[in-house]
């Protein structure tokens, strides 16, 4: 990842015509924010009111999410570190809901298993996809200007 990258703490990214501002806390690390980002862009095509770090009023604040018109999350992302018992939750409270989770070079067999599991126990009539994003995300898929330049085939993306 460039050394720019890496001090920055506000990022001005764009997909097609829309502009996504974020800021770096300094509890997050940076892969963190590019994966937000990057899930925003991946199903921005699909989910075109997707918003990122938006608090919908749940236990969990999603960090990519689109609401339909009663409030109610049609897509979930998470970004990075998300633990059982959070899939579970997520999972059983909102089986209408289009899940995904994504990963930066990380081995996805684990959290494949897990969501196998725990979608034997809950029925669900949409997607979960959980993405592995690589190492070189950064200088691949962001220009110079800011501008995200992804598709899901640059990625490991498994749909369960």
């Known amino acids: 990842m460039s050394t720019d990258l890496l001090l920055r703490r506000k990022f001005t990214l764009r997909f097609g015509d829309q502009k996504l501002v974020l800021q770096k806390r300094s509890i997050e690390g940076i892969e963190h924010v590019l994966m937000k980002a990057f899930l925003w862009a991946l199903y921005l095509p699909e989910y075109e009111n997707i918003i990122v770090e938006y ?7 999603p960090d ?4 339909d018109e009663t409030g109610r999350p049609r897509f979930w992302g998470e970004a990075g570190k998300v633990n059982r ?10 089986p209408q809901t289009h899940i995904a989770i994504a990963k930066w070079s990380t081995r996805l067999t684990p959290y494949i298993e897990i969501v196998e ?3 034997t126990k809950h029925k669900r009539a949409v997607p979960f996809d959980l993405l592995n994003f690589p190492a070189d995300s950064a200088e691949r898929f962001i220009g110079k200007s800011g501008e995200i330049n992804i598709v899901r085939e640059d990625l490991e993306v498994v749909q369960v």
Do not use: F, H, P, Q
């Open 85 to 94: 018992g959070k899939i579970e939750s997520l999972v059983r409270r909102y």
């Open 117 to 119: 599991e725990i979608m």
């Open 55 to 61: 608090n919908i009023g749940d236990r969990y604040k």
């Open 64 to 67: 990519v999410v689109s609401l």
